[in-house]
């Protein structure tokens, strides 16, 4: 198996196509969590979660609360 991929590429056309998408659509551009691993499935998604609010953590950290769970979704 080859892992060669030109990663700053793949980044630069998703965050570009989401870009070009917002401003069409006339929203805010999200905020974008990703993973990249050597070994993938062919298949992929994306899903779209709202910030209902912040939670405060701990003394430094403030959680997004969001209307879904990663788990389940």
Known sequence: ???EFDYEYMI???INQIN????????????IFTE???FTVGESGGAIYEVLYQKQQNDREKWNMINSSFITT
């Open 36 to 38: 990249f691993g050597s």
């Open 1 to 3: 198996l080859a892992f």
């Open 20 to 31: 070009v998408t917002c401003e069409e659509e006339g929203v805010d551009v999200p905020n």
């Open 12 to 14: 630069d056309e998703i």
